[in-house]
Nanobody, 117 residues
Framework: QVQLRESGGSLVQAGGSLRLSCVASGSIIARNTMGWYRQVPGKQRELVATITSGGLTNYADAALGRFTISRSSAKNTVSLQMNSLKPEDSAVYFC???????????WGQGTRVTVSS
């Protein structure tokens, strides 16, 4: 019922910046958490950053100080500003929508980020 579309993934050299965007559409539940997760082959998907509909944020240690998650005023678009990128940041990044108070979870298809040395 909620569709997520990620964009912004690209090839960038180490030290550069990239901005990912996720647009949510459909039956949006007002109280929710949206976030970014990433995954590399052979490893589990891991949290990068999340933000609630109330504006509370949570960051993985690897993202602290370099990445910033934000929402639009309508709270249906979430962005991830990534600065000082490192090769170890290379992964497929997925957008997630998680409802609060209702059992509903949705994922986007992912966007690939490649950081070259």
């Amino acid at each position: 019922q909620v569709q997520l579309r990620e964009s912004g993934g690209s090839l960038v050299q180490a030290g550069g910046s990239l901005r990912l965007s996720c647009v949510a559409s459909g039956s949006i539940i007002a109280r929710n958490t949206m976030g970014w997760y990433r995954q590399v082959p052979g490893k589990q998907r891991e949290l990068v950053a999340t933000i609630t509909s109330g504006g509370l944020t949570n960051y993985a240690d690897a993202a602290l100080g370099r990445f910033t998650i934000s929402r639009s005023s309508a709270k249906n678009t979430v962005s991830l500003q990534m600065n000082s990128l490192k090769p170890e940041d290379s992964a497929v990044y997925f957008c997630r929508f998680n409802a609060i108070g209702v059992r509903y979870d949705a994922w986007g298809q992912g966007t690939r980020v490649t950081v070259s040395s």
